[in-house]
Structures are given as structure tokens and as C-alpha cells.
């Protein structure tokens, strides 16, 4: 079945290093492709997506590129702040709009 | 728009106690989702309605769990006899539409069976 592998936490981070959240994924066919991000209490937002092969999504300074050839969608910010601290997830969709969760990957940014 | 709205945020119960929790979808999305999530398992989709109707309930683990949407504004997850292994966050998302559209989710209930 579809599943999805993400990297495991947590990683720590100081303010303005470079991010990368590794995520790679097994479906049949081309699914769509999405990170979550989760802040403590919260419950989960759409941070960025993706449709189709080699499609970047892009949003606060995230991006992620749809490859296809390695079945990836890794994470990347150029300089993380404080305020990144969460919890992401990546996800896939499956028919009828079901999404499949990766484990999720907890990013700690210090200042 | 307020969003998905999710009652009761915490929960404390005993085991064996019925438990409901309840979910107000984001209005004219047509598409509910009820998910679990602990720190075992992630964060798994129990079951999904579209246009009211339960079209894939598959991830729910047990028969003490059913779920129900009497409208288009309302769902319910229900836990009837709870159990100590239940204890989780339970987040509730609606999207419009099925293939394309971003889900919306609520802030979780948080349950414990003590």
C-alpha cells in the first residue's frame, strides 16, 4: 500500500541555518504531495503542496520539488527562525482525497 | 470563517465510560475526516465522510468506535466502552471537494482513559 518515510526527529536547529526535512514516498501512480506543519496545540495546517512531477510548492520561505525519479519531497527553508519550531509532516493523497501521514519530523530552533 | 471547530478539547474519562466527541466542519465543504494520533502510530485516518455519508471506514480499529454525521454541520466520533489504549489526539478535517482540495484541520481533542 502507499506509505510515506520521513526522517526521524528531532532536529535542532539554530536560528538561520539551513533546513532540510527528508521524505520520501511509495504509491501507485503519481499522487499529490503535501507538508503539513503542526505548532504545539495546534492542530495541523497546510504549509505547502505539489501535484504533479517536478512541481515546487512554495510558502514562508518552504519549498518542496515533487521528484519523481527518486520518489522524493524533502523539506527546505534557507534560514529557519524561532517561530518554525513545530512539528511537520509529509503526506500523500490517496483516491477519494485520503491523505497518508508520514511519522512526522519535530524541528527545534534555539536562538 | 471560524474553521473546524472540535468540542470538547480535553477529555478525562474512566475506562469503560462512553465517549463522544464532536466536530463542527468549515460550512459548504462537502468532505469530513476523522483522524487519530499518538506517539505509536502517527497519525492515522479512521474514517471519512462525503456528503454525510461513511464512504470509507476502514481505519477504525474496533467495533467500540462509530462514527456518524446526521448534517452537513455536525459529526461525532463516539468510543463505547473506552479503554486505556484509546487515549489520544483526535483531530477532525473537512475539505471542499475530492481530488484537488486542501483538508482543514480542527485543534484535536485530547482524550485520556485513565
Known amino acids: 500500500g502507499d506509505s510515506v518515510t520521513q526522517m526521524e526527529g528531532p532536529v535542532t536547529l539554530s536560528e538561520e541555518a539551513f533546513l532540510t526535512i527528508n521524505c520520501t514516498y511509495t504509491a501507485t501512480g503519481y499522487p499529490s504531495l503535501f507538508w503539513y506543519v503542526q505548532y504545539p496545540g495546534e492542530g495541523l495546517q497546510l504549509l505547502l503542496k505539489a501535484t504533479k512531477a517536478d512541481d515546487k510548492g512554495s510558502n514562508k520561505g518552504f519549498e518542496a520539488t515533487y521528484r519523481k525519479e527518486t520518489t522524493s519531497f524533502h523539506l527546505e527553508k534557507g534560514s529557519v527562525q524561532v517561530s518554525d519550531s513545530a512539528v511537520y509532516f509529509c503526506?500523500?493523497?490517496?483516491?477519494?482525497?485520503?491523505?497518508?501521514f508520514g511519522g512526522g519530523t519535530r524541528l527545534m530552533v534555539k536562538p | 470563517d471560524a474553521g473546524v471547530i472540535q468540542s470538547p478539547r480535553h477529555e478525562v474519562t474512566e475506562m469503560g465510560q462512553e465517549v463522544t466527541l464532536r466536530c463542527k466542519p468549515i460550512s459548504g465543504h462537502d468532505y469530513l475526516f476523522w483522524y487519530r494520533q499518538t506517539m505509536m502510530r502517527g497519525l492515522e485516518l479512521l474514517i471519512y465522510f462525503n456528503n454525510n455519508v461513511p464512504i470509507d471506514d476502514s481505519g477504525m480499529p474496533e467495533d467500540r468506535f462509530s462514527a456518524k454525521m446526521p448534517n452537513a454541520s455536525f459529526s461525532t466520533l463516539k468510543i463505547q466502552p473506552s479503554e486505556p489504549r484509546d487515549s489520544a489526539v483526535y483531530f477532525c478535517?473537512?475539505?471542499?471537494?475530492?481530488?484537488?482540495?486542501?483538508?482543514?484541520f480542527g485543534p484535536g481533542t485530547r482524550l485520556l482513559v485513565l
Open positions: 478535517a473537512s475539505s471542499l471537494g475530492g481530488n484537488t482540495e486542501t483538508q482543514y
Open positions: 503526506a500523500l493523497r490517496r483516491a477519494g482525497n485520503m491523505l497518508t
